[in-house]
């Protein structure tokens, strides 16, 4: 009897795994909700990209008084559409991106897990996942952003275009660098990515610290703290965490990379005649510019940050929840 019953009882947990060893799902799970986030990485920031790419590689040549002028400037001569230019390629670029980035992240920290759910990670090795997540999207980033901002750079218009779309500066980058040539920057890609390090980690970071704190339900949107014992108080949604934690880890990533992210816009843009190498782009860009020089652009660069990835990676945790059946609210 002994014998039938552990035999059983074997047999069930052969059909039930552990709840926190981790299975196929939780291993797709991450890649598949990437594609939610790209798309409303998309929608949301690609106007405000489109600025800050402009403002970066134009420099101090004067097309630009600032930001805002630019924004102005490029309705007025293009119309508003023209804030989506190369929007082509990043709508399915950057789904697929960050399916690739979101995607390897969680098979990165499953990994560092020890494929079990239940051990918590360092903030150091929040990191370090997305470190790895960083230099594995650099693969798809750098075709998907070298095409986006060529035709960004683009301000003819008809016939005067020197590339009629994504698939013409593909081909023409591939003639000029060779069958490698749409991974022309990858270096410089994968040096920005790096400072993926500091955006998980610090996204980590934050989020605990929004766990942390008790918020009335009279003001369900303003974290309180010495609330009297006769007020309700409860602890901040999960989304309401993962929306906050997700804007303030993005801000906190651009401030750190943008000199880096400026160099490397100037390298894959700058043309296809006397290229400056990428490790000589810095002192180029501090010759003729100076320190301003590496903040080009960064307004807008810092605005749309929070809102695009705020929403972009709410949107990712609460579709990874909905892959996994989790109820968090």
């Known amino acids: 009897m002994v014998a039938q019953n552990i035999a059983q009882k074997t047999a069930e947990s052969d ?3 552990h709840p926190d060893i981790a299975t196929a799902r939780d291993r797709i799970a991450g890649f598949a909700a990437g594609i939610a986030s790209g798309a409303t ?4 920031g690609h106007p405000f990209d489109t600025v800050k790419i402009r403002c970066q590689v134009e420099g101090g040549h004067g097309r630009f008084k600032g930001p805002l002028d630019c924004l102005f400037s490029t309705v007025r001569q293009e119309g ?3 804030l989506y230019k190369g929007a082509s390629i990043p709508l399915v670029g950057w789904a697929v991106m960050d399916a690739v980035q979101l995607g390897s992240l969680s098979n990165y920290r499953l990994l560092l897990q020890d494929n079990n759910k239940s051990h918590k990670l360092t903030h150091f090795e929040h990191g370090l996942a997305g470190l790895g997540a960083g230099w594995t999207v650099a693969l798809v980033a750098t075709p998907v952003e070298l095409i986006k901002m060529r035709l960004q750079m683009q301000y003819a218009s008809g016939a005067a275009r020197k590339y009629r779309g994504p698939f013409d500066v593909a081909r023409h980058l591939t003639k000029t660098y060779g069958i490698f040539g749409i991974w022309h920057g990858l270096p ?3 040096a920005q990515r790096s400072f993926f390090f500091l955006l ?3 996204y980590n970071v934050y989020s ?6 008790r918020i009335s339900s009279a003001f369900p949107y303003i974290a309180r703290s010495g609330l009297p014992e006769a007020i309700e108080s409860r602890q901040m949604s ?3 965490v993962n929306f906050l934690a997700g804007g303030l880890a993005a801000n906190t990533f651009w401030c750190c990379c943008y000199p880096v992210d400026v160099v490397k816009n100037r390298f894959m843009t700058q ?3 006397n290229i400056i190498p990428f490790r000589k782009m810095f002192a180029h860009v501090f010759h003729t510019e100076g320190i301003s020089g590496f903040f080009r652009g960064f307004v807008p660069t810092f605005i749309r940050s929070f809102p695009t990835n705020a929403s972009a990676i709410f949107v990712w945790e609460s579709t990874v929840r909905l892959i996994k059946n989790e109820t968090r609210h």
């Open 15 to 17: 059909v039930q795994p």
């Open 41 to 44: 990485k998309l929608f949301v």
């Open 80 to 82: 508003p559409r023209a």
């Open 188 to 190: 410089a890609t994968m």
């Open 200 to 202: 998980w980690g610090s």
């Open 208 to 213: 605990e610290w929004f766990r942390s704190m």
């Open 238 to 240: 999960e989304k309401l």
């Open 271 to 273: 043309g296809d005649v």
